[in-house]
T-cell receptor
Framework: AQTVTQSQPEMSVQEAETVTLSCTYD???????LFWYKQPPSRQMILVIR??????QNATENRFSVNFQKAAKSFSLKISDSQLGDAAMYFC????????????FGKGTRLSVIA | GAGVSQTPSNKVTEKGKYVELRCDPI?????LYWYRQSLGQGPEFLIY????????DSGLPNDRFFAVRPEGSVSTLKIQRTERGDSAVYLC?????????????FGSGTRLTVV
């Protein structure tokens, strides 16, 4: 079974600084998708960024970028120029591309942004 | 609708009672998922619908949990004889047909508290 591990229960960052959240996963599949979701106190899971495993280039969305290391099964999220609005729970998630298979989530990392 | 709508936002019930949680997905999204998020955990998959049928219900913890989607749109998650361990946030998500390349759109969840 696929598993997703987030080893940092909590992280903090100064406003305008950069922070990296870690994620590792276990799978025997060669093709899959990886995601980072943000969950603010409103509880709604918001997609931050996604990566297809067959693409070597790391995904980037504005201040958010990933470091995808397929051989190491590692998928970290870097947030640059951190803003107060970035404070939230962040979840790493995995899925295989066949059909509409469900997402498998990690336990999350709570990010605090210090003004 | 414009987003995934879940009602009620919060529900408090007594142990042993029956509850229904409603999810109204994005119009046209054929895939619908239910997840359960316990305190301090990531969301855990419960059940997935493709249209009206449950394509995968392997995440339902026991036979007290049941879900329906009779017209392929709104879904209801039903919990019989509630237990204190059922207390959690129940999240619903939807995605288009063949949406393996998409992240899902989540609702804001229903926080269920069993007292």
């Amino acid at each position: 079974a696929q598993t997703v591990t987030q080893s940092q229960p909590e992280m903090s960052v100064q406003e305008a600084e950069t922070v990296t959240l870690s994620c590792t996963y276990d799978t025997s599949e060669s093709d899959y998708y990886l995601f980072w979701y943000k969950q603010p106190p409103s509880r709604q899971m918001i997609l931050v960024i996604r990566q297809e495993a067959y693409k070597q280039q790391n995904a980037t969305e504005n201040r958010f970028s990933v470091n995808f290391q397929k051989a190491a099964k590692s998928f970290s999220l870097k947030i640059s120029d951190s803003q107060l609005g970035d404070a939230a729970m962040y979840f790493c998630a995995y899925r295989v591309p066949s059909g509409n298979t469900p997402l498998v989530f990690g336990k999350g990392t709570r990010l605090s942004v210090i003004a | 609708g414009a987003g995934v709508s879940q009602t009620p936002s919060n529900k408090v019930t007594e142990k042993g009672k029956y509850v229904e949680l409603r999810c109204d997905p994005i119009s046209g999204h054929t895939a619908l998922y239910w997840y359960r998020q316990s305190l301090g955990q990531g969301p855990e998959f419960l059940i997935y619908f493709q249209g009206t049928g449950a394509a995968d219900d392997s995440g339902l913890p026991n036979d007290r949990f049941f879900a329906v989607r009779p017209e392929g749109s709104v879904s209801t998650l039903k919990i019989q004889r509630t237990e204190r361990g059922d207390s959690a946030v129940y999240l619903c998500a939807s995605s288009p047909a063949g949406g393996s390349n998409y992240g899902y759109t989540f609702g804001s969840g229903t926080r269920l508290t069993v007292v």
